[in-house]
């Protein structure tokens, strides 16, 4: 497995599978969700609104993770994760960790050699980025996966930086 670090747009990864940093309600929202969903066009909303009527009545739940198509992106498969909002008080790692290794599962069930990821819940969901950051990599060092190419595509610097870090 190889994991790499990028500075970047997700949109434009040239991978099997992009994933989104979802809201629950899978119908698109702000941050890379928004982007995903205007960059792949509307063959995605579609897909989770079949998602919503058949699976996920109530939503998707915190920390797993669904496919759909990936649309008008240069990707197979968009991998939908719904991260935790950040708390100070209580301990949401084990949740935000499981977005992570749950999306990994998912690529495996499709087959994808290639991944790249948001720095799930380091945006408007409010997780400090180097926590964020360490998390992560420690997540996808520690899943067992067939995926041989794992980004990671950060768009601002101090999140780049701290997945810099924590890849270290």
């Not at 998912?106 to 998390?135: E, K």
Request: with cysteine; aromatic share 6%.
């Amino acid at each position: 497995m190889g994991i790499e670090i990028l500075k970047g747009d997700i949109t434009k990864q040239h991978v099997d599978a992009i994933v989104n940093a979802a809201n629950s309600s899978l119908l698109g929202g702000g941050g890379v969700d928004g982007a995903i969903h205007r960059a792949g066009g509307p063959a995605i909303l579609a897909e989770c609104q079949d998602l919503r009527r058949s699976h996920y009545g109530k939503g998707l739940p915190t920390g797993q993770a669904v496919a759909t198509t990936a649309g008008r992106l240069d990707a197979h498969w968009v991998i939908h994760t719904v991260g935790p909002v950040y708390s100070p008080g209580e301990d949401r790692g084990e949740l935000l960790a499981s977005c992570y290794r749950e999306s990994l599962a998912v690529a495996d069930s499709l087959g994808a050699d290639s991944i790249a990821f948001p720095a799930v819940s380091a945006g408007v969901y409010g997780w400090p980025a180097a926590s964020a950051a360490a998390i992560a990599v420690a997540a996808v060092r520690a899943a067992e996966t067939n995926v041989a190419d794992i980004r990671f595509v950060l768009f601002n610097d101090e999140v780049y930086t701290a997945f810099e870090r924590a890849l270290g």
